[in-house]
């Protein structure tokens, strides 16, 4: 739910191509932005992504379902650096096969989008509940909005011609044969997705759940070995 296993040739060429100029634009910002950063952090951004690698490239269970760790970056980096560690880990692995190397620039989106949205969470419900629940809850917020990113990336590939493919070739001979036979296409398309998601729910509401246990458990393992990678106010570490 954080990342699109799809190879290269199957998304238009239009949708990879603004999801790389997006990502880049992101990453330049970023980085100028955190230049200065102490070098503590920037060893943690390298430590923490390598545990994100390692973490997406092992298949857990027969669907091929992994961890991301993505929230847990967002919740101890900031959605910033976190966001820098989802394109360095989505590179690595669109070179080893895990997903093509022009949809890069998306899964960086899709991941990065995860974490910022987690980190965010996170602040605002540590300062209210203990940290196991704050970083479990921020947790399953980054999915669900890495998930809503991620549908509508597949939704919008389903939708777009595409004369490459049989899908979208379908598609396009509508659009070709006038607006009512286009719209049915379009709505054709829409229910296959809408079947789609209904049908993976129970997996996706299995993988949020072991990712929210995964990320509240090391918050509160670090909240008593090392609180000072948290940042949050002793009243609020689990004890």
């Keep these: 739910m954080t990342h699109l296993h799809i190879p290269d040739g199957v998304l238009p060429w239009w949708l990879w191509a603004s999801g790389l100029a997006a990502a880049a634009l992101l990453l330049a910002l970023i980085s100028r932005r955190h230049r200065h950063d102490r070098r503590d952090r920037l060893a943690l951004l390298g ?3 390598a545990l994100m690698l390692a973490a997406m490239a092992l298949p857990l269970g027969p669907l091929g379902y992994h961890l991301s760790l993505a929230p847990l970056l967002g919740i101890l980096l900031g959605g910033g650096l976190a966001f820098v560690g989802a394109c360095v880990v989505n590179v690595i692995l669109a070179l080893f096969g895990h997903g093509g190397i022009t949809v890069v620039g998306l899964n960086a989106l899709v991941t990065g989008a995860s974490a910022a949205l987690a980190g965010a969470a996170y602040r605002i419900l540590a300062r209210r509940a203990r940290l196991f629940t704050a970083a479990s809850l921020a947790t399953v917020v980054g999915l669900c909005g890495a998930l809503v990113l991620w549908l509508a990336v597949v939704g919008v590939a389903g939708l777009a011609p595409n004369p490459g ?3 979208h070739e379908h598609l396009a001979g509508a659009v070709a044969q006038g607006a009512d036979a286009a719209a049915a296409a379009a709505g ?3 229910t296959r997705l809408a079947r ?3 049908l993976s ?3 996706w509401l299995a993988g949020m759940a072991a990712e929210a246990l995964v990320c509240g458990g090391v918050v509160s393992f670090l909240s008593k070995v090392s609180p000072a990678l948290l940042g949050t106010p002793p009243a609020r570490r689990d004890s």
Aim: negative net charge; hydrophobic residues 55%.
């Design 47 to 49: 430590a923490f992504s």
């Design 165 to 167: 493919h049989e899908g």
């Design 188 to 190: 054709e398309a829409r």
């Design 196 to 198: 789609f998601a209904l």
């Design 201 to 203: 729910l129970p997996f």
